[in-house]
């Protein structure tokens, strides 16, 4: 009987672990959003709402720091985003830290980005960037104008994983945010999306396809309309992992992200070229850094 009840339970074990849908159909974002409507009624009409709980145990490492961000001129501020959970604030240089996200939507963070003109006003871009096995979804990008004391959702809820936020320090109200997209199946919500209201709305910016995502963004600080953007090309499985593509590359804009153009004279370009992270030159804005994760075979490198 038991090897009988053990068989069928192997069998529907390997039936999930192989069927694509499974992997295919995450949870749609109205039903995530909904879900966590239904989990803040639940919470201010509990019996047990004022009640004060303490962990116990069993206890496991956070880990997994995917951001940090100071704002200019303080010495003793930082924000800590991590990819597990949380963001985490310190206003005296690390001494001691409070958790500034512990009631919203999603508790995993890929990116924090402080307002050049307000240090007030932070946006981070949720779900992690680590795009492993482990890595959870977040539920778009979020918005506070009082250093974090209070949040608010902002959309792009079907992005999953978001790489990168960045604030036009002449205009606070126009912001980009690099989304990579679904972790284990392919979505249109991807690419680099704008907004030019504060986050009322948003555009695409740039979208290659529904598999392809934005893993990072900068702007020339000499002139706001001068963008780069880099794309990666990737996919996950429970039992495998596409880190790279064709269309991983570096994309230029000369007109605030309405067109682009792709950068391919002396850049790498193939299959084999993964995540892709850009930096521009503060010294020299001309001068732009590119740090790449290649996979090209030994014997095709020359080694």
Not at 133 to 139: E, I, L, N
């Amino acid at each position: 009987m038991k090897r009988s009840v053990f068989g069928l339970w192997l069998s529907i074990t390997l039936l999930s672990i192989t069927g694509d849908a499974v992997w295919a159909t995450p949870t749609d974002p109205v039903t995530r959003m909904k879900s966590w409507q239904h989990h803040v009624k639940l919470k201010n009409e509990s019996v047990f709402r004022d009640l004060k709980w303490r962990t116990v145990g069993p206890r496991f490492i956070g880990g997994r720091i995917e951001s940090i961000a100071v704002p200019a001129g303080n010495n003793y501020t930082i924000y800590v985003g991590v990819g597990s959970g949380n963001i985490w604030k310190t206003i005296n240089n690390g001494v001691t830290w409070e958790p500034i996200f512990e009631n919203e939507s999603t508790f995993t963070i890929g990116e924090i980005s402080i307002c050049p003109s307000d240090p007030d006003t932070l946006w981070v871009g949720t779900g992690e960037v680590l795009m492993a096995r482990s890595s959870y979804a977040g539920t778009g990008v979020f918005k506070s104008t009082d250093a974090g004391k209070t949040w608010r959702n902002m959309g792009l809820h079907d992005t999953h994983h978001i790489g990168r936020v960045l604030i036009d320090p002449k205009n606070p109200d126009v912001v980009y945010v690099a989304a990579i997209g679904h972790n284990f199946s392919y979505n249109e919500q991807r690419g680099l999306f704008k907004t030019s209201d504060g986050g009322k709305t948003w555009e695409k910016s740039l979208y290659i396809s529904d598999k392809i995502g934005v893993i990072d963004v900068e702007m020339d600080p000499r002139d706001s309309n001068t963008l780069y953007a880099a794309t990666w090309e990737r996919s996950r499985r429970a039992w495998g992992h596409t880190v790279c593509g064709a269309d991983s590359a570096i994309y230029k804009s000369t007109n605030a992200g309405r067109s682009w153009k792709r950068i391919t004279d002396g850049f790498i370009t193939g299959e084999y070229v993964g995540r892709i992270t850009i930096e521009v030159s503060a010294s020299n804005p001309d001068v732009l850094y590119a740090l790449v994760d290649s996979h090209r075979p030994p014997a095709e490198r020359g080694a």
